[in-house]
Each structure stands twice: as structure tokens, then as C-alpha cells.
């Protein structure tokens, strides 16, 4: 057999109507909450739009300070890059002006390099 509804206990209909006349108490302040809650979205928009115009702001500055760094990396990598070929260059002709001076110096270097030719696959 199957049961029907329960009929409550006269405690829990009490319970019930404390609860909705709390509840009715309570309504204006909850429609004057709702009413707060509503009016602030209506500035959502506006907010997401100033977010959105804030963040493109940021960006732009961000690629503008990103290309300044790009350049002078780049002009710092060549400046050092130029200063080492310099260094080499002047290095050669140093290495050059030696084996000119020193007698014996041509004659070893040509022997050196038949050796490291002979040893190269």
C-alpha cells in the first residue's frame, strides 16, 4: 500500500509561517538589495568598456617599450659585434706583422699547417 502525503505536525506548520512572516518582514530590505544589485549592472557595461580601453592602453605602451628594447638590444649586439671584428682584425694584422719580423716564425707556421694537412681526412 502505498502512502499519500503527510499531513505535518502542527510544530512544523508553525515553523512554515514563522519562516514567511520572517520572510515577508525581510522583503523590502530584499527588493531595495535587489534594486542596488540591478542599478550596478547597469554600470557593467561602462565598466567592462573603460577595463577593455585601459587594457589596449597597456598594450600599446607595452609594444612600444618592447620595439625601444628590441632596438637597443640589437644596437648593442652590433656594436659589440663590430668591436670583436675590429679586435680580430686588428689581431691578424698584429699576428701578421710577427710572422713578418721573426725569421723562423713563417717557416714553422708553413710546417704546422703541412702537418694538419696531412692529418685531415
Do not use: F, K, Y
Not at 585601459?54 to 628590441?70: H, I, K, N, P
Request: glycine fraction near 6%; proline fraction near 6%.
Amino acid at each position: 500500500m502505498t502512502q499519500g502525503p503527510r499531513v505535518p505536525r502542527p510544530d512544523e506548520v508553525w515553523q512554515w509561517a514563522m519562516a514567511v512572516a520572517e520572510e515577508a518582514r525581510r522583503a523590502p530590505d530584499t527588493v531595495r538589495s535587489a534594486r542596488g544589485v540591478l542599478s550596478e549592472l547597469t554600470r557593467l557595461p561602462e565598466q567592462i568598456d573603460q577595463l577593455v580601453a585601459a587594457l589596449d592602453r597597456t598594450v600599446e605602451s607595452l609594444d612600444r617599450s618592447l620595439a625601444e628594447l628590441s632596438e637597443t638590444v640589437a644596437g648593442g649586439m652590433n656594436d659589440r659585434i663590430g668591436h670583436v671584428d675590429d679586435m680580430v682584425s686588428d689581431m691578424r694584422n698584429t699576428l701578421t706583422s710577427l710572422i713578418g719580423a721573426i725569421p723562423v716564425a713563417r717557416r714553422a707556421l708553413q710546417t704546422s699547417r703541412a702537418g694538419l694537412e696531412v692529418d685531415s681526412p
